[in-house]
């Protein structure tokens, strides 16, 4: 018996890729992360010091990289652990606006903190 299946035009490859890149780029950023809270200075972190690093545009713009990625990361993980086990189309869609709604308010409302931040 022949099946014939049609091809999806949205295949996932270009989301895969983007996941594999987010993977790579939180690796690098966490790395420097930890090597300048943990070991670069005199070692006792305080709220007047991380609030000096923040108030950096260069501090700013990696900090809202770090939140985009960590959130797409994390968010598109947790939707393709989901999708292999919720087979019934109106909980897949209820799910997903779900996951969608919640990163898009958290990216909100991390960009605005970051953004605003004053220190």
Known sequence: MR?????SGNSGAI??????????????VLLVHF????????GVLTYDKVAARLVSPGWKVLDILFLYTGLYHGLYGLWNLLEDYIHNAFW????????SFGGFALVTLGT????????
């Open 3 to 7: 099946k014939t299946f049609r091809r």
């Open 15 to 28: 989301a895969w890729f983007f996941h594999r890149l987010t993977a790579i780029y939180l690796a690098v």
């Open 35 to 42: 090597a300048v809270m943990h070991f670069i200075g005199d």
């Open 92 to 99: 897949r869609a209820f799910i997903y606006f779900i996951l």
């Open 112 to 119: 605005i903190t970051i953004v605003n931040f004053r220190g």
